[in-house]
């Protein structure tokens, strides 16, 4: 089951029209911020299921982290900046739409998806891309800097 929480990004896509007609496919439509936990508590995978296009090519969606927040996997198509984050477990980079592959790439995932350590590795890589961090290792850097 394919469950999609938000707005329609798609201004009216007939392919995510089509897609919505599927019995295995929910979309929600737009929730609130304090909504998202209890979606993210359902989910065994996060996807990030972008199309080619010059736009996608330059966007790094912070979704990706969300997810690896909650300690959930991801697969995530045609987003070139979120390649460098590729792991095995962790995330997991498509281009192109091949369902075959993209369906593989999820039973994958979905095999590692409750195991602990796991789990607690997307975390722990969520945590290094928090803001906070980022900016504390900002401040050493410029602090280390100085001295020299």
Same mark, same amino acid.
């Given at each position: 089951?394919?469950?999609?929480?938000?707005?329609?990004?798609? !201004?009216?896509? @007939?392919?995510? %029209?089509?897609? #919505?007609? @599927?019995?295995? =496919?929910?979309?929600? &439509? /737009?929730?609130? /911020?304090?909504?998202?936990?209890? $979606?993210?508590?359902?989910?065994?995978?996060?996807?990030?299921? $972008? %199309?080619?296009? /010059? $736009?996608?090519?330059?966007?790094?969606? +912070?979704? +990706?982290? @969300?997810?690896?927040?909650? &300690?959930?996997?991801?697969? &995530?198509?045609?987003?070139?900046?979120?390649? %460098?984050?590729?792991?095995?477990? =962790? $995330?997991?980079?498509?281009? &192109?739409?091949?369902?075959?592959?993209?369906?593989?790439?999820?039973?994958?995932?979905?095999? *590692?998806?409750?195991?602990?350590?796991?789990?607690? +590795?997307?975390?722990?890589? *969520?945590?290094?891309?928090?803001?906070?961090? +980022?900016?504390?290792?900002?401040?050493?850097?410029? !602090? #280390? !800097?100085?001295?020299?």
């Amino acid at each position: 089951t394919f469950l999609f929480v938000g707005p329609d990004g798609t !201004n009216g896509d @007939e392919d995510f %029209k089509a897609l #919505l007609e @599927e019995d295995n =496919v929910i979309w929600t &439509g /737009p929730a609130a /911020p304090s909504e998202v936990p209890a $979606y993210m508590n359902v989910v065994d995978i996060g996807i990030m299921p $972008y %199309k080619p296009s /010059p $736009y996608n090519n330059a966007v790094f969606p +912070l979704k +990706l982290f @969300e997810f690896l927040a909650a &300690g959930k996997p991801v697969a &995530g198509m045609n987003l070139p900046s979120t390649e %460098k984050v590729e792991q095995e477990h =962790v $995330y997991r980079h498509l281009t &192109g739409n091949d369902p075959a592959e993209f369906t593989a790439v999820c039973e994958e995932l979905k095999l *590692a998806h409750d195991d602990v350590s796991h789990v607690e +590795l997307r975390r722990k890589i *969520a945590r290094e891309r928090d803001w906070h961090h +980022l900016f504390l290792t900002m401040l050493d850097k410029l !602090n #280390l !800097n100085k001295d020299a």
